[in-house]
């Protein structure tokens, strides 16, 4: 029995579709880019501006071409900052409606650059807050059918260009409400709860301080960019803060500067690890370890 090779067809990244694939290693595209990948844009009601962003496509060694279909999607933030997204006008505060892009499909090859035009229409109407889109750019697969005996499989990745149409006026006020500390198989995280009350999205940054019961630093980080926090929303973030941790008591500082006009916002925990949960985190973690030589 004759084995085919499997190889990936790559486009763009965030949603995998798997599809089919021919024998060899050539992809269809050579890995693209959107520059920018996401943007802000303040309209008045009844207003219209035209904004743009470049699909790029590195240079190869080899040339390689493929045809990219451009689709708009709604899209929002459950509370651990995972996208969703969703057909047009299905979500609230959706501005897929708004839009027109061009063009809508394109043929691009390797080194080339394809700039797309997105035209913004709010409606008079319309309520002040901040709106949400998104245009996926996918690959279309090949029309041409596997050869006989050919095992044939295509990865599809999808680069998304995020747009936010803010419609004034808008405020924000965020708030930290607790911060922890967590185990995720293989390490202990700091997680952190915050929520904002007010009509304008924020982009919070992230500063914390671990130290164990001899007040030694066991963790630090510094200005982190968090998880958009969307209007009248709830995040739950957490960050990476070692792969292990004795038994013991913890300190915990977290600050977090909302960007909204007001001060530093700082929590202060003291934190328990039991010997369960240690021993626990320790065993996941050596049963992900090669075996020895």
């Given at each position: 029995?004759r084995?085919?090779?499997?190889?990936?067809?790559?486009?763009?990244?965030?949603?995998?579709?798997?599809?089919?694939?021919?024998?060899?290693l050539?992809?269809?595209?050579?890995?693209?880019?959107?520059?920018?990948a996401?943007?802000?844009?303040?309209i008045?009601?009844g207003?219209?501006?035209?904004?743009?962003?470049?699909?790029?496509s590195p240079?190869?060694?080899?040339?390689?071409?493929?045809r990219?279909?451009?689709?708009?999607?709604?899209?929002?933030?459950?509370?651990?900052?995972?996208?969703?997204?969703?057909s047009?006008?299905?979500?609230?505060?959706?501005?897929?409606?708004w839009?027109v892009?061009?063009?809508?499909?394109?043929?691009?090859s390797?080194?080339?650059?394809?700039?797309?035009?997105?035209?913004?229409?709010?409606?008079?109407?319309?309520?002040?807050?901040v709106?949400?889109?998104?245009?996926?750019?996918?690959?279309?697969?090949p029309?041409?059918a596997?050869?006989?005996?050919?095992?044939?499989?295509?990865?599809?990745?999808?680069?998304?260009?995020?747009?936010?149409?803010?419609?004034?006026?808008?405020?924000?006020?965020?708030?930290?409400?607790?911060v922890?500390?967590?185990?995720?198989?293989?390490?202990?995280?700091l997680?952190?709860?915050?929520?904002?009350?007010?009509?304008?999205?924020l982009?919070?940054?992230?500063?914390?301080?671990?130290?164990?019961e001899?007040?030694?630093e066991?963790?630090?980080?510094?200005?982190?960019?968090?998880?958009?926090?969307?209007p009248?929303?709830?995040?739950?973030?957490?960050?990476?803060?070692?792969?292990?941790?004795s038994?013991?008591?913890?300190?915990v500082?977290?600050?977090?500067?909302?960007?909204?006009?007001?001060p530093?916002q700082a929590?202060?925990?003291?934190?328990?690890?039991?010997?369960?949960?240690?021993?626990?985190?320790s065993?996941?973690?050596?049963?992900k370890?090669?075996?020895a030589?």
């Amino acid at each position: 029995m004759r084995t085919g090779k499997y190889i990936l067809a790559l486009s763009a990244m965030v949603l995998i579709c798997l599809l089919g694939c021919q024998d060899g290693l050539n992809a269809q595209t050579a890995g693209l880019g959107l520059n920018p990948a996401r943007m802000e844009v303040e309209i008045m009601p009844g207003g219209e501006k035209t904004v743009s962003f470049r699909i790029e496509s590195p240079p190869a060694p080899e040339a390689v071409r493929g045809r990219l279909l451009l689709t708009p999607y709604d899209w929002t933030l459950d509370e651990d900052g995972v996208a969703q997204y969703a057909s047009t006008g299905s979500l609230p505060n959706s501005a897929s409606s708004w839009i027109v892009f061009s063009p809508a499909a394109v043929s691009i090859s390797s080194g080339q650059t394809q700039p797309v035009r997105v035209t913004v229409r709010v409606p008079s109407a319309v309520q002040p807050g901040v709106y949400r889109t998104s245009i996926f750019v996918d690959e279309r697969p090949p029309a041409a059918a596997p050869n006989l005996g050919q095992h044939v499989f295509y990865l599809r990745f999808r680069y998304v260009f995020t747009l936010y149409v803010i419609v004034p006026p808008v405020s924000a006020r965020g708030e930290l409400m607790d911060v922890r500390l967590g185990t995720d198989r293989d390490r202990f995280d700091l997680i952190y709860e915050m929520k904002n009350d007010d009509s304008l999205h924020l982009r919070p940054r992230v500063s914390w301080v671990i130290k164990d019961e001899q007040q030694k630093e066991i963790s630090v980080g510094k200005n982190q960019e968090s998880t958009v926090l969307l209007p009248f929303a709830a995040l739950r973030g957490k960050v990476p803060v070692a792969k292990r941790l004795s038994s013991g008591k913890y300190e915990v500082t977290a600050e977090v500067d909302f960007h909204d006009g007001r001060p530093v916002q700082a929590i202060h925990r003291t934190v328990e690890i039991t010997e369960a949960n240690a021993a626990n985190l320790s065993s996941s973690d050596a049963e992900k370890q090669p075996p020895a030589n």
